[in-house]
């Protein structure tokens, strides 16, 4: 889908699946909400370099994943046993150790389970904004998805990885 050049008249479009990605991630709206504020307002920044760029959207929701997931960071550290323990430590927080899984993923493997899982796109439109083949795409999706359950101390151990 490609996006016009107005960007005031494009932010409600932009916004609601901003909102929505980030909302998944953070669970919580109002941390939600400022992350799509904050990724809009860094499109709005880059917006000249975007028009015309097929890839808009795609951009937005990836922008906003990454404001969502540094949110979390922020809020606190992570050590590196918590994520490398054999099972999820009681009482921790899951988004935070999803967080710090994605960002041990090879940069390919975690652009593929962002979109493909968290913005919800189809193999198709990860493929187009990536500028990779579908079977690039599953290849990434499914080495991303063994590599978190890896990390996460795989689904046997209670651990979801449902987005």
Same mark, same amino acid.
Do not use: C
């Given at each position: 889908m490609v996006l016009g050049n107005d960007?005031?008249?494009l932010f409600r479009e932009l916004y609601i699946p901003a909102f929505s990605v980030?909302?998944?991630?953070l669970r919580?709206?109002?941390?939600?909400e400022?992350?799509?504020?904050?990724?809009?307002?860094?499109?709005?920044?880059?917006?000249r370099r975007l028009q015309g760029v097929e890839y808009q959207r795609a951009w937005v929701?990836?922008?906003?994943?990454?404001?969502?997931?540094?949110?979390? @960071? #922020?809020? *606190?550290? +992570?050590?590196?046993d918590l994520v490398d323990a054999p099972g999820m430590p009681v009482g921790c927080d899951d988004r935070l150790v999803l967080a710090a899984a994605l960002g041990k993923l090879p @940069? #390919?493997? *975690?652009? +593929?389970?962002?979109?493909?899982?968290?913005?919800?796109?189809?193999?198709?439109q990860v493929a187009d904004h990536l500028h990779i083949s579908?079977?690039?795409?599953?290849?990434?999706? #499914?080495?991303?998805?063994?590599?978190?359950?890896?990390?996460?101390?795989?689904?046997a151990q209670g651990v979801s990885l449902a987005f």
């Open positions: 960007f005031d008249s980030a909302l998944r991630i919580d709206q109002q941390d939600a400022d992350a799509a504020s904050e990724a809009l307002a860094r499109t709005a920044a880059s917006w929701l990836r922008v906003t994943a990454n404001v969502s997931i540094d949110m979390i @960071r #922020r809020r *606190r550290t +992570v050590s590196a @940069r #390919r493997q *975690r652009e +593929v389970v962002v979109l493909r899982y968290l913005a919800d796109m189809t193999e198709l579908q079977g690039a795409v599953k290849q990434h999706s #499914r080495r991303g998805l063994a590599a978190l359950r890896d990390l996460l101390g795989g689904p």
